[in-house]
């Protein structure tokens, strides 16, 4: 068993809104690892950076990532920082993994002031922002089969630009 579709991207892309979409457009059932991550720490992920750390946080993300990819045949999203883990990176390997692509004003604008993200919860989003799509691009391209830039493009035309691009 495999996903259809691995979706991954910095936060504000659109991994779980598109991913969503697609699942439906496709008749298929969509999977979050940050759901998975929730469920399996009982807190919200807030609370675990807060109380546990990242690297606790990195450690159930990585088991999530793993489990989704061996049991689950719809949409998969994974959370934002997903391939930071060179386990995971290697584990992506033969899948469709859509890589979805926003720059920074628009990645900013469309995660606001969201306190749900701790990592872009600092003084400065903005440079937040940047330092982590700069940090992060080349890891994203080095498993994405599909990349679609999604900053002019409305969710549900992101989606047929995923199908577009997968044959
Ligand atoms: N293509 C798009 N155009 C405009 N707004 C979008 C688009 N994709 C997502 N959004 C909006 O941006 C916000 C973030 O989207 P979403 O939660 O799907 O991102 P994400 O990649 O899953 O982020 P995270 O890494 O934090 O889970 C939501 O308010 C969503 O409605
Ligand atoms: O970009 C990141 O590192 C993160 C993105 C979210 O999906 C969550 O997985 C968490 O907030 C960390
Ligand atoms: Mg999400």
Redesign the pocket.
């Known amino acids: 068993m495999s996903p259809r579709f691995v979706?991954l991207?910095?936060?504000?892309?659109?991994?779980?809104?598109?991913?969503?979409l697609l699942a439906e457009r496709l008749g298929v059932t969509f999977r979050?690892t940050?759901d998975d991550v929730v469920a399996a720490a009982g807190k919200p992920i807030s609370d675990i950076f807060t109380t546990d750390g990242e690297p606790a946080f990195r450690a159930l993300e990585e088991r999530a990532v793993a489990a989704g990819l061996a049991d689950h045949d719809g949409v998969l999203?994974l959370?934002?920082g997903a391939v930071l883990s060179a386990a995971t990176r290697e584990r992506l390997a033969g899948h469709t993994v859509v890589f979805?692509g926003?720059g920074t004003a628009?990645g900013v604008r469309?995660?606001?002031l969201?306190t749900?993200?701790p990592l872009l919860a600092g003084v400065n989003p903005r440079s937040t922002f940047k330092a982590l799509l700069d940090a992060r691009l080349p890891l994203y391209r080095e498993v994405a089969t599909i990349e679609v830039l999604?900053?002019d493009?409305?969710?549900e035309?992101?989606v047929d630009a995923v199908l577009d691009r997968s044959g």
């Open positions: 979706v991207g910095p936060p504000g892309a659109g991994k779980t809104t598109v991913g969503r979050d940050d999203a959370g934002g979805l926003v628009e469309r995660t606001g969201s749900a993200r999604t900053d493009l409305a969710p035309r992101v």
